[in-house]
């Protein structure tokens, strides 16, 4: 079992910049992926950002490459997505997503373990 525990949501003005945080704890251990998703009001969850533990790969969503920069922490196992020139459209709830093997998926249904969620709001 893995449980995952997201911080750093918040409320701010378009332009702004918020670092959201997840911490892993349980089997982490091997090969692994965290990934970021959102869901805005009325919306599907969607694909943000992941991250290799292993080795650091990363790929983004053409939505946000160039604003969001993800990064990891290895003492503290934890993943951290900063986001920067943040717009409106970005509003949603922010999850992150952990799954054993050495792919990054894009698909939800990949990712078995799911943090609480934690709310972004940008104003205009």
């Known amino acids: 079992q893995v449980q995952l525990v997201e911080s750093g949501g918040g409320l701010v003005q378009a332009g702004g910049s918020l670092r959201l945080s997840c911490t892993a704890s349980g089997r982490t251990f091997g090969n692994w992926a965290l990934a970021w998703f959102r869901q805005g009001p009325g919306k599907e969850r969607e694909f943000v950002a992941v991250?290799?533990?292993?080795?650091?790969?990363?790929d983004y969503a053409d939505s946000v490459k160039g604003r969001f920069t993800i990064s990891k922490d290895n003492a503290k196992i934890t993943v951290y997505m900063q986001m920067n020139s943040l717009k409106p459209e970005d509003t949603a709830v922010y999850y992150c997503a952990f799954r054993w093997g050495a792919s990054m998926p894009r698909l939800v249904s990949q990712y078995p373990y799911w943090g609480q969620g934690t709310q972004v709001t940008v104003s205009s």
């Open positions: 991250t290799k533990w292993s080795d650091g790969s990363t």
